[in-house]
């Protein structure tokens, strides 16, 4: 996977400013395209539950004529088998996150993406280049990037407190939060491992060579599966997606969780007592992508999808809305004062230049991987 971000003086303008210099006429509104209108006027999605907020869909509707009809998913997997299942037809926009090109590669269910028709200059070069190398499959480019975010803790400010300025992915397990925490399974797992380096039960860039051979897969993921069912009664609640999230904190008890950045971010927006930041151990990085399936039928409303999403004033607007963050130059001056101060303090300090970008899986890993979940979630 490409490292989006630098080790050393990043910052969120670093993150959301590039060298390409926005397109003027991106200020004046979107004009109906006559390619668009030679569709059959909608357009099929398939992307995670929280990524369209109604103020992109009905701007995108109004100006384009093109209905969206959306379908949200929660998980990676859910992507890759709902088009294995229906040979690549059925959606015209699917969703999968940087680090899977290797398990969409050998699959071929996506078709490589017009560039020509893609506003790519209006997107920061680092992330645009994700595509260029780990998602070119040997004709063409076959992802571009939409969304970007981390996954680190949450908690809910009146009844847990960090011990530190940060806190840790230790704090899901520890005996005192004891039925009081929430994770997801594979994620929350490879977090036990990220502390466990910490506190001497891994070698320290141990969850790192975990991606190298499954021999050292096995060896790595077999000691994190034997700590974490250990701990497994101290977890309330596994999640799946974003409202199940919002809703452990808010209705289920859960007090400190690891989660994504949007869903307590959004929370915290509308005046919840709920903060997000990344925790000592480093939070997990991702950029979701915008893809194409070989049985899109819609081609033309797709490229209107990609030339909206890539306006700074839609992808401002939305990311106040659903809480992550924007590849596009520019977007962060639309957000409004909310956005720029959870970004703030979700990575207070060095927490940016201390993110880890989640390696590419390949299909073993992510097969042994299963494995050693099931393992957890049926002790």
Same mark, same amino acid.
């Given at each position: ?144 990037? +939409? ?5 680190? =803790? ?137 893809? =194409? ?28 809305? +659903? ?57």
């Amino acid at each position: 996977m490409t490292d989006f971000t630098s080790r050393a003086g990043l910052s969120r303008r670093a993150i959301l400013k590039g060298g390409a210099t926005l397109a003027v006429g991106l200020a004046a509104p979107a004009i109906v395209s006559r390619r668009a209108l030679a569709s059959s006027g909608e357009l099929n999605i398939l992307m995670w539950s929280d990524y369209l907020p109604e103020t992109f869909v009905s701007a995108f509707e109004t100006s384009t004529g093109i209905k969206i009809n959306f379908t949200g998913i929660g998980s990676n997997e859910e992507i890759i088998n709902k088009m294995k299942a229906t040979k690549g037809r059925g959606f015209d926009i699917v969703s999968p996150t940087n680090n899977r090109s290797l398990q969409w590669q050998p699959l071929e269910l996506l078709q490589p993406i017009d560039m020509t028709r893609v506003p790519l200059e209006n997107v920061n070069p680092a992330m645009a280049k994700i595509g260029e190398v780990d998602w070119a499959f040997g004709e063409g480019v076959y992802w571009a990037p +939409h969304i970007w975010g981390t996954e680190g =803790i949450a908690w809910r400010t009146d009844l847990f407190t960090p011990k530190g300025v940060l806190p840790s992915y230790g704090d899901v397990w520890a005996d005192e939060n004891a039925g009081k925490t929430m994770g997801r399974g594979h994620s929350m797992m490879l977090g036990a491992g990220l502390y466990m380096e910490t506190i001497g039960e891994l070698a320290p860039g141990d969850v790192w060579k975990a991606y190298k051979t499954p021999e050292a897969m096995a060896e790595v993921w077999g000691k994190i599966t034997d700590w974490c069912i250990a701990k497994k009664g101290n977890v309330k609640l596994l999640w799946n997606d974003a409202d199940t999230q919002k809703n452990g904190l808010l209705n289920e008890g859960v007090i400190v969780g690891q989660t994504w950045d949007g869903p307590p971010l959004a929370l915290k927006t509308a005046g919840e007592p709920v903060m997000y930041a990344a925790p000592l151990e480093g939070a997990m990085a991702w950029v979701d992508g915008i893809a =194409i399936p070989t049985g899109a039928e819609n081609i033309d409303a797709v490229y209107e999808f990609l030339k909206h999403a890539y306006m700074p004033e839609l992808a401002g607007e939305a990311i106040d809305h +659903h809480g992550y963050n924007s590849p596009v130059l520019g977007a962060d001056k639309f957000a409004g004062a909310a956005y720029a101060r959870n970004f703030a303090d979700a990575y207070p300090g060095d927490a940016l230049a201390n993110l880890n970008p989640w390696p590419a899986e390949p299909q073993w890993y992510a097969d042994a991987r299963t494995e050693f979940v099931n393992r957890f979630t049926s002790a």
